[in-house]
């Protein structure tokens, strides 16, 4: 009987105790329950069993079926049946005796644990159950055992065949279930096909496993119920980005991480945006859209337009996220940080450059959630961090619930913001309507247009997720929610300084000539650069050329670095900044623009409701000027072109002026006809005599 001993006391084992064989039926801390062959049952300490001459385990799992057929109701009798059949077998290889063996038997030789390890009974097993006819692999023979271990005869039933509540299968055969259950988990990660191809991977898998038509297949509008049945909620038949979210959510309950205090939990990403841009070369393109979103107030607190995110970029867009919004010219007054319900003249007294800022509150994060994209676990980016102190927390990867927040933020700008602007393009090939007519803007003036509808939309916003837990009826904005975790927590921003500012941007190496310093073809040049034109900075790792760093989103200045003193900063202005657009678009310039009147007044919903509205108005019309009303074809567009170019080069002279005034000329236009100077002849013979 030593062989049978486990060592573990578990619900289901039949042991011996005071010459009676009992069946364990339940274990609760030190009290063990017992039921005789005859179904009583009696409770009895587990020290006091233990301590009996005559105890011993007789068999592991040998009354297993007994105890749990409370759990297989609901069950068809088939499906039951085919589970006692599996247990029979599975008992057999662990104990080395099947449940029915009487307590004199000896194990066969292949399936005695005494000169066999489990894992040789279990190949013993399923060369067995092979040559009756029921194909099987030592390693589905493991799962099952393992199953059976862990859950008792249950644990031999897939749950999707009960006929109760939830998707079940009914009478199909669990084979037949188990094998759509591998296809579909094999879909999760595969392209979209038909269900079709569903039937067909069915069919190869019962094949590959029991043999050629040992598992009869339904027939096609059977397996098609079936099918849809077992695959409720997974969008097999749908898009795979759709299946990889669903696979990739966590088992039970999503967790909600708890935050007091504004920067607390910073979470950065980029996506593309559904709009089309002119590109620096003139050249309509995409672009992507990283940003930044505080847990805590829901504030984007930065948001930057690229062609293709870099490093660069992601350390610009901590920089501006840790300084504030500068007020543009051309926006409104309302949305002013002064005008705001953010506590303005607290913080003014903290940095005096809020002054003139946008009501978008600076928040500096102390702990920043990313994926795995190059632009975030790059080492420019985390020196950034460092130098910033704050705690760079990189996401699983292929797990975008670690940061659903920016997922959402960047989700709702592109539904929100971007098909207001003209060139939306849609968020598939499918949704895309005739954009070719369209006027798009540059990058620049849309960059512009984003920065403004953050501070007037967004920031004024009401947030479902910004609920006062007393009173959840009610819900803030997230300048709302920032002044009052403010109050709350005494949260005081310290923002950077503007050297601290400079540092975090791109940097070049340039040589400072006589014109200065050009920059993506444009030219940078002050009085303070004579004394360093045509100099060595005196870096000889860098062939004695100038560190200079630039914004790329604000084009009008650079900043040189003085290697000759002190390693201080030397602003550059562009040289063409008076007479071009620049650095926030056709916007920043349009002086015309008319100003709302009564300037002192507090601002109210009222105005930056306007505010927003004449903002899309102007994101959908697209840029004046930029292209024609749209009357024209391309090919229209591109003979026009081609006949002005042609014209410009071979234009003849001017005529000239009429002698008669404008109004008798109009009067005869309609009754006289020009005077028509024929063409002189053309003579080889005076043309040679001129020469002479």
Same mark, same amino acid.
């Given at each position: 009987?030593?062989?049978?001993? *486990?060592?573990?006391?578990? %619900?289901?084992?039949?042991?011996?105790?005071?010459?009676?064989?009992?069946?364990?039926?339940?274990?609760?801390?030190?009290?063990?329950?017992?039921?005789?062959?005859?179904?009583?049952? *009696?409770?009895?300490?587990?020290?006091?069993?233990?301590?009996?001459?005559?105890?011993?385990?007789?068999?592991?799992?040998?009354?297993?079926?007994?105890?749990?057929?409370?759990?297989?109701? !609901?069950?068809?009798?088939?499906?039951?049946? @085919?589970?006692?059949? %599996?247990?029979?077998?599975?008992?057999?290889?662990?104990?080395?005796?099947?449940?029915?063996?009487?307590?004199?038997?000896?194990?066969?030789?292949?399936?005695?644990?005494?000169?066999?390890?489990?894992?040789?009974?279990?190949?013993?097993?399923?060369?067995?159950?092979?040559?009756?006819?029921?194909?099987?692999?030592?390693?589905?023979?493991?799962?099952?055992?393992?199953?059976?271990?862990?859950?008792?005869?249950?644990?031999?039933?897939?749950?999707?065949?009960?006929?109760?509540?939830?998707?079940?299968?009914?009478?199909?055969?669990?084979?037949?279930?188990?094998?759509?259950?591998?296809?579909?988990?094999?879909?999760?990660?595969?392209?979209?096909?038909?269900?079709?191809?569903?039937?067909?991977?069915?069919?190869?898998?019962?094949?590959?496993?029991? !043999? /050629?038509?040992?598992?009869?297949?339904?027939?096609?509008?059977?397996?098609?119920?079936?099918?849809?049945?077992?695959?409720?909620?997974?969008?097999?038949?749908?898009?795979?980005?759709?299946?990889?979210?669903?696979?990739?959510?966590?088992?039970?309950?999503?967790?909600?991480?708890?935050?007091?205090?504004?920067?607390?939990?910073?979470?950065?990403?980029?996506?593309?945006?559904?709009?089309?841009?002119?590109?620096?070369?003139?050249?309509?393109?995409?672009?992507?859209?990283?940003?930044?979103?505080?847990?805590?107030?829901?504030?984007?607190?930065?948001?930057?337009?690229?062609?293709?995110?870099?490093?660069?970029?992601?350390?610009?867009?901590?920089?501006?996220?840790?300084?504030?919004?500068?007020?543009?010219?051309?926006?409104?007054?309302?949305?002013?940080?002064?005008?705001?319900?953010?506590?303005?003249?607290?913080?003014?007294?903290?940095?005096?450059?809020?002054?003139?800022?946008?009501?978008?509150?600076?928040?500096?994060?102390?702990?920043?959630?990313?994926?795995?994209?190059?632009?975030?676990?790059?080492?420019?980016?985390?020196?950034?961090?460092?130098?910033?102190?704050?705690?760079?927390?990189?996401?699983?990867?292929?797990?975008?619930?670690?940061?659903?927040?920016?997922?959402?933020?960047? #989700?709702?700008?592109?539904?929100?913001?971007?098909?207001?602007?003209?060139?939306?393009?849609?968020?598939?090939?499918?949704?895309?309507?005739?954009?070719?007519?369209?006027?798009? %803007?540059?990058?620049?003036?849309?960059?512009?247009?984003?920065?403004?509808?953050?501070?007037?939309?967004?920031?004024?916003?009401?947030?479902?997720?910004?609920?006062?837990?007393?009173?959840?009826?009610?819900?803030?904005?997230?300048?709302?929610?920032?002044?009052?975790?403010?109050?709350?927590?005494?949260?005081?921003?310290?923002?950077?300084?503007?050297?601290?500012?400079?540092?975090?941007?791109?940097?070049?190496?340039?040589?400072?000539?006589?014109?200065?310093?050009?920059?993506?073809?444009?030219?940078?040049?002050?009085?303070?650069?004579?004394?360093?034109?045509?100099?060595?900075?005196?870096?000889?790792?860098?062939?004695?050329?100038?560190?200079?760093?630039?914004?790329?989103?604000?084009?009008?200045?650079?900043?040189?670095?003085?290697?000759?003193?002190?390693?201080?900063?030397?602003?550059? #202005?562009?040289?063409?900044?008076?007479?071009?657009?620049?650095?926030?678009?056709?916007?920043?310039?349009?002086?015309?623009?008319? @100003?709302?009147?009564?300037?002192?007044?507090?601002?109210? /919903?009222?105005?930056?409701?306007?505010?927003?509205?004449?903002?899309?108005?102007?994101?959908?019309?697209?840029?004046?000027?930029?292209?024609?009303?749209?009357?024209?074809?391309?090919?229209?567009?591109?003979?026009?072109?081609?006949?002005?170019?042609?014209?410009?080069?071979? *234009?003849?002279?001017?005529?000239?002026?009429?002698?008669?005034?404008?109004?008798?000329?109009?009067?005869?236009?309609?009754?006289?006809?020009?005077?028509?100077?024929?063409?002189?002849?053309?003579?080889?013979?005076?043309?040679?005599?001129?020469?002479?």
């Amino acid at each position: 009987m030593s062989l049978r001993n *486990r060592g573990v006391l578990r %619900w289901g084992d039949q042991v011996r105790f005071e010459g009676v064989a009992y069946t364990v039926t339940g274990l609760s801390g030190v009290l063990v329950r017992l039921a005789d062959p005859q179904g009583e049952s *009696r409770a009895v300490l587990l020290p006091q069993l233990m301590a009996d001459s005559d105890f011993a385990i007789l068999t592991g799992g040998a009354s297993r079926l007994g105890s749990s057929l409370r759990g297989l109701d !609901g069950f068809p009798d088939r499906v039951v049946e @085919q589970a006692r059949w %599996w247990e029979h077998h599975l008992v057999e290889v662990i104990s080395g005796l099947p449940p029915e063996a009487s307590l004199d038997a000896v194990p066969r030789p292949d399936y005695d644990p005494t000169t066999h390890s489990l894992a040789e009974r279990e190949a013993a097993k399923a060369d067995e159950l092979t040559r009756l006819g029921f194909k099987v692999s030592p390693r589905t023979l493991k799962r099952r055992r393992q199953r059976y271990e862990t859950e008792g005869l249950v644990g031999l039933v897939d749950r999707r065949v009960s006929s109760g509540t939830g998707p079940g299968a009914g009478n199909a055969d669990p084979r037949l279930v188990e094998a759509i259950g591998q296809v579909l988990s094999e879909a999760k990660s595969a392209s979209t096909r038909t269900v079709a191809f569903a039937l067909w991977r069915t069919g190869e898998i019962l094949r590959e496993k029991y !043999g /050629e038509g040992i598992v009869p297949m339904p027939s096609r509008a059977t397996f098609y119920r079936l099918f849809e049945l077992l695959s409720q909620g997974q969008h097999v038949a749908g898009t795979a980005r759709a299946r990889k979210s669903l696979a990739s959510r966590p088992e039970g309950p999503f967790d909600m991480l708890t935050v007091c205090r504004p920067g607390e939990v910073v979470e950065i990403d980029s996506t593309p945006l559904d709009v089309l841009v002119l590109l620096p070369d003139g050249v309509p393109g995409r672009v992507e859209m990283t940003g930044m979103v505080d847990l805590a107030t829901r504030t984007i607190t930065a948001a930057v337009l690229r062609p293709t995110t870099k490093s660069v970029d992601a350390s610009l867009l901590l920089a501006k996220t840790v300084t504030p919004e500068p007020m543009r010219p051309g926006w409104t007054e309302a949305l002013r940080m002064s005008r705001s319900v953010l506590p303005h003249q607290r913080l003014l007294t903290l940095d005096e450059r809020l002054a003139g800022a946008a009501a978008k509150p600076v928040i500096v994060p102390e702990v920043i959630v990313c994926d795995h994209g190059k632009a975030f676990i790059s080492q420019n980016f985390r020196s950034a961090c460092r130098m910033l102190g704050i705690d760079f927390q990189p996401a699983h990867e292929g797990t975008p619930t670690d940061k659903p927040h920016i997922e959402r933020t960047l #989700g709702s700008v592109a539904s929100m913001f971007a098909q207001f602007v003209s060139g939306y393009v849609g968020r598939s090939s499918e949704h895309r309507g005739d954009v070719d007519e369209k006027r798009l %803007w540059s990058l620049l003036e849309l960059q512009e247009l984003l920065d403004e509808w953050i501070v007037a939309k967004w920031q004024n916003r009401k947030h479902d997720e910004l609920r006062d837990p007393a009173t959840p009826g009610r819900a803030f904005s997230p300048n709302e929610k920032y002044a009052a975790l403010v109050e709350a927590s005494g949260y005081v921003p310290v923002a950077l300084t503007s050297n601290d500012y400079i540092e975090l941007l791109p940097a070049t190496w340039r040589a400072v000539n006589s014109y200065g310093i050009r920059i993506s073809r444009r030219t940078y040049d002050c009085p303070e650069l004579n004394p360093f034109r045509r100099q060595r900075s005196g870096v000889a790792a860098r062939k004695n050329l100038w560190e200079i760093h630039h914004d790329p989103y604000d084009v009008s200045r650079i900043w040189v670095r003085n290697h000759w003193d002190g390693g201080g900063w030397i602003t550059v #202005g562009w040289t063409h900044l008076r007479s071009a657009p620049m650095p926030f678009g056709e916007m920043a310039w349009d002086h015309a623009r008319q @100003q709302l009147p009564d300037q002192g007044r507090a601002s109210t /919903e009222e105005e930056i409701a306007e505010a927003v509205a004449a903002l899309l108005r102007k994101a959908s019309a697209g840029p004046e000027g930029s292209r024609d009303d749209g009357k024209l074809t391309r090919r229209d567009r591109r003979v026009a072109a081609r006949t002005k170019a042609t014209s410009s080069r071979n *234009r003849l002279p001017l005529p000239e002026p009429p002698t008669t005034p404008p109004e008798e000329t109009a009067a005869e236009d309609d009754h006289t006809l020009a005077k028509v100077i024929p063409l002189g002849v053309f003579d080889p013979f005076e043309e040679a005599k001129k020469r002479w």
